[in-house]
């Protein structure tokens, strides 16, 4: 009896591997989306909870400076953080910077008010810190 050379077989094998090559970059291609997008909704949180807290100085902010105009600090501690205050004061008016820093990330609240009476003219996030 003469040995038959098959090549349907290794032709199946390749056929296999080839498949399966593909499907685990495919698999390892959405793992890898996966934990990015975990990983930017952690920073995306985080943002949102340093927001919060630098909102929360500011408003002990201006309940210090409703009490005392005179009123000034470089730092502002809360139970949820501890911001830094940079304080302008020109005439009636004074510019206001809170920032706070959580992990990498930083957020700031800009805020422009006149002293007597106390009035808030303005208030938005600052931009570039």
Known sequence: MMPTNDQRG?????TVLVMGTVAVSVLLGLTRQ????????????NALVARSAAYGCLDEVFLQIEGDAAWSSATVTTP???CNVTMVSGG???????TT????????IAANITLDPFIVNDLEPALSL
Do not use: R
């Open 34 to 45: 996966g934990i990015n997008a975990v990983a930017q909704s952690h920073e995306q949180t």
């Open 92 to 98: 009636p008016t004074a510019d206001i910077l809170v």
């Open 101 to 108: 820093s959580l992990s990498n990330i930083t957020q700031g």
């Open 80 to 82: 949820d953080a501890v």
């Open 10 to 14: 290794v032709a199946l094998f390749l």
